[in-house]
Structure formats: C-alpha cells, structure tokens
C-alpha cells in the first residue's frame, strides 16, 4: 500500500515538473500538418486536438483543426473551431482562408444567409480577391434556387392535400430540379434532403428516393422520417421485408411517430394477412385463401382499391388471386385482375405470368384474337413451357373459331358421343331433305339446300374419328378436301339419301 502511494506522489512530481510549452504544441501542430498533407485526416485531428489542448490560446491551431474537420466532412465542427479562432483573434487581422473556409462549411450546410456574411468578412479582407467574389455569387444564386425550391414544394404539398396528385406534379417536379441545383452546392443541408426525398416519392421515383433517404440517414442517423420514407421507398418498390426493417428500426427509437407507428403496424398487419391466406391455400381452402388475400388487397389500397402506390408490393398475392378466378372461371374478373398487374410492371421482368392470366381470361369469354396476342407477348417476354403451350392452344381456338361450328351445326355440345351425333344428324337431314320441301319458292329452296349441306358436311367430319380429332384440336379440316361436300355436286344424277 505504501509503495502505491510512494508510486502515485512521483507521478504528480514528474508531471508537476513537465511544463506544457508553445513550443510543443507548435511541434504537434506541425505532425498534423505532415499527417493531412499525407490524407491521414483523423491522426491529423488527433494531433491538432492535443496541441489545442497545450495551446488553447492558439487561434491558428484552432483553424487548422478546424480544416480538418471540413476534410473530414464534419461541417459544424469545423465551424464552432473556425468561429473560435476568429474570437482568438481578436484585434488582428483574421486570415482570409478562415473566413472563406468558414464559409464553405456554412454553404455545404444550407446556412446560406450566414456564408454571404462570411464571404463579405473575407471581401473586407480583400476587395479583389477573386475566390471570394465567386464563391459569393454562387452562394447567391443557391440562396435564391433554395427559396424557389421551397415555394414550388408548398404549392405541390398543397395541392397534393386538396386531392389533386396531378396537379401537385408539375410543382413537385420544379421543386425537384431547383432542389438538386441547391444540394450541389449544399449536400450537408439535412431539411433540404429531406424535402428532396418527399419529392422523390411523391413522384414515384422509388429507386432514386431510397438513394436519398440512405444519404439522409448517412447524415442524420437519428432522422426518424428518413427511416420512414426508406420503408415506403422500398415499399412501393415491392421489398416488404427491408420496408419492415426501416419502419421497425425508426418505430422501436420513437414508437410515438405517427408515420412509423401507422407503416410499421399496417405492414405488420398485411404480412400476418398473407401467412394466414397462404396457409389456407396450402391446405386447399382455395375460397377461404381467395377472402383472405383480398382482405390484405383492402388493407394495403382501400376499400376500392384505387390506391395504386403499393402494386409492386402486393403484386404476388394479386396474380394468386388472378389465377384463382381463372380457375373458378371468371373471365372477365381474370382480365380485370391481370390488367390491374400489368398497368404496374409494364416492361419488367415476371410480366408474361401476367400476361398468361389475362390471355385465359379471354380464352374463358371465347376472345380469341386478345388471347393469341396476350399469349404471343408472353412467349416473346419469357419462352417457356407454358406461354409456348398457351400460345399454341389459343392459336388453335382462334381458328377453330373460324370454322364452321359442326357441333353448333347438329345442335348437339361438342361432347356429343357417336350415338348423339349419329341420332342428332338423322333428325336434320330428315327435316331439311330436299323431298320434304317440295313447291316452295327458288329462294327458299336455294336456303334448304344451303342447310342440307351444311348437315352433311358436319357429319361427314364428326362421324369420322379422326377428322373429328383434328377439328377439336383446331387443326384444320376443310370437308370438300376431306371428300364430304355437297351432296347435290351432279345435278343431273337423281339423289338417293341413305341413312346409316
């Protein structure tokens, strides 16, 4: 215990015998200047902020502190050490790089009031100095881009609250160009940032917001509405997983902010929704399943479903429910679905699913021209298996639908057995002989010959197993080439008509 104390008594003596001189701190001072001139800024600081404490007199050690601090992209600090140096200074003539240093940093942080009255501190210094007079004016020109920004920014949020999203573009999108004419100059001003990124998402610019909001945060890492509009960024982009991880993040900081509070909970809500439907579908509770991710549809775009910001979001859930129509054969409900899809991702890849899903919407109302197309961009966007299968498949039924409808023809549905098509034709051709309309006018005979034939013809193919595959295929089958036809081609030969 006595040789501790023995131990601490010399340490107070050597110390009390080690005067702190300006000479020293000049000697720091100067390692600092070697170690930034070298790029080593944060040893710099380090040696600048122990001469500082040996000399806190030292108004030119300040400043260069105060260099450092800019170098290292640390603009107030920089000029609590800048404004510092300039009290030290007192009576004397402050250098003109302070001032201009100064200056800058109070430019880069959108201060631009308080740059213009450090650039004309150091145009009091030197009338002509041509650094000064230009930083001046374009610390001018940013000064008036910044209160243009914002007035076009006031007058887009305004309209925007009145209900008018198009309107409020036009002033959103001048806010924007004179917003990044200002943050050229001054990329350390966090509320213009934050205008930017509100812009930015307002306009639908997902990607470019989410780049934004990442330099806020770089920024301002407590910015709760940077955390906010980060979530709805990559919300609107449709990654629901790292929108979660922002609106939790900036929710667990300050669970009162309504903006985090409403997102993080909505979100919430809508991923416990589509595990539920998920589930219901994996067991086979296809209706149960279709309700449920129509109610997550409804929580993430209203009741009527006009909001269209988060498409990309619930762009899964939605193809499920455009194939369960399909499958419950709703067609005009599939295409109204897939169109819904198709107005978000037009261009992108996974555009072919749907682009299948609206092709069998039409294919289910018999519009066979739409689904060929549908299914030809689908197959053009993503040759696989199934659009090649579905393309090949509308193709068949566009022309079939060109045909003459040989079933339609006998009155009997295409699933007639041979036995319905057999008793079906017997019961035409007795009703529209030639023999059983004898006396009647040129033109009426014209027609019941036209019939007859026509009756001849679809049993000639569908009494046939083969031809009668190749039409329900929809290959072709012409019944003249196949040799049906007209039962009255030799005219002159008395016609005997024979039942089977």
């Given at each position: ?6 131990l ?26 070697a ?37 290292l ?15 030290l ?31 004309d501190?150091?145009?009091?210094v ?8 230009k ?6 020109e ?14 887009g ?60 945060l ?14 709805q ?6 990654d ?19 903006g985090?509070?409403?997102?993080y ?18 067991g ?13 549809l409804?929580l ?39 169109n819904?899809?198709l ?10 699913e749907?682009?299948?899903?609206r092709a069998?919407?039409h ?10 197309h ?19 498949n509308?193709?068949?039924?566009l ?22 098509i057999?008793?079906?034709y ?6 529209w ?7 009647v ?5 014209k ?21 009668k ?32």
């Amino acid at each position: 215990m006595a040789g501790g104390r023995a131990l601490s008594l010399l340490a107070a003596i050597l110390l009390a015998a080690s005067p702190v001189s300006a000479g020293e701190a000049e000697y720091l001072a100067r390692q600092g200047d070697a170690m930034l001139k070298r790029g080593k800024a944060r040893s710099a600081l380090a040696e600048y902020t122990k001469a500082s404490k040996m000399d806190p007199k030292s108004p030119e050690i300040l400043a260069k502190r105060g260099t450092c601090h800019l170098v290292l992209h640390k603009m107030q600090k920089a000029v609590d050490d800048f404004d510092a140096a300039i009290a030290l200074y007192g009576s004397e003539p402050v250098p003109i790089k302070v001032h201009l240093s100064r200056a800058r940093c109070l430019k880069a942080m959108g201060d631009f009031d308080g740059a213009v009255a450090g650039l004309d501190d150091a145009l009091k210094v030197d009338a002509s100095n041509a650094r000064a007079q230009k930083e001046r004016a374009k610390t001018e020109e940013a000064r008036s881009n910044k209160a243009q920004a914002m007035e076009f920014f006031e007058q887009g949020a305004a309209l925007e609250q009145q209900g008018d999203p198009q309107g409020a573009e036009g002033y959103f999108q001048n806010a924007k160009a004179s917003l990044e004419l200002v943050l050229a100059e001054a990329p350390d001003d966090s509320a213009l940032l934050l205008m930017l990124c509100k812009v930015l998402l307002a306009s639908g610019d997902g990607h470019e917001a989410i780049a934004k909001t990442g330099q806020l945060l770089k920024l301002r890492p407590d910015s709760l509405d940077g955390y906010l509009m980060r979530g709805q960024a990559y919300l609107r982009l449709g990654d629901t997983d790292v929108a979660m991880r922002h609106f939790k993040e900036g929710y667990k900081s300050d669970s009162s902010h309504k903006g985090l509070k409403k997102e993080y909970k909505r979100l919430k809500a809508y991923q416990k929704l589509v595990k539920k439907a998920t589930a219901k579908e994996s067991g086979g509770d296809w209706g149960g399943a279709f309700g449920v991710y129509n109610d997550a549809l409804v929580l993430m775009h209203g009741e009527g479903g006009g909001d269209t910001m988060l498409d990309a979001a619930t762009r899964a859930i939605r193809l499920k429910t455009c194939n369960m129509l399909r499958q419950s054969g709703r067609g005009a409900e599939t295409v109204a679905c897939a169109n819904r899809v198709l107005e978000t991702e037009a261009g992108e890849a996974g555009t072919w699913e749907a682009l299948v899903e609206r092709a069998e919407g039409h294919l289910l109302q018999q519009e066979w021209d739409q689904a060929v197309h549908d299914y030809e961009q689908a197959h053009e966007a993503a040759p696989g298996h199934e659009a090649a299968e579905g393309l090949e498949n509308a193709r068949k039924m566009l022309y079939k639908s060109k045909q003459k409808d040989f079933y339609g023809v006998l009155g009997i549905e295409n699933t007639a057995d041979d036995r319905q098509i057999k008793k079906a034709y017997r019961k035409l051709a007795m009703q529209w002989h030639p023999d059983k309309h004898q006396g009647v006018s040129a033109e009426e005979a014209k027609e019941v010959e036209k019939k007859f034939v026509e009756i001849a013809e679809a049993y000639e193919i569908l009494s046939n197993e083969e031809k009668k595959g190749r039409f329900d295929r929809g290959e072709p089958v012409d019944p003249e080439k196949e040799g049906g036809g007209d039962p009255f081609a030799n005219a002159n030969q008395q016609f005997h008509f024979h039942f089977g």
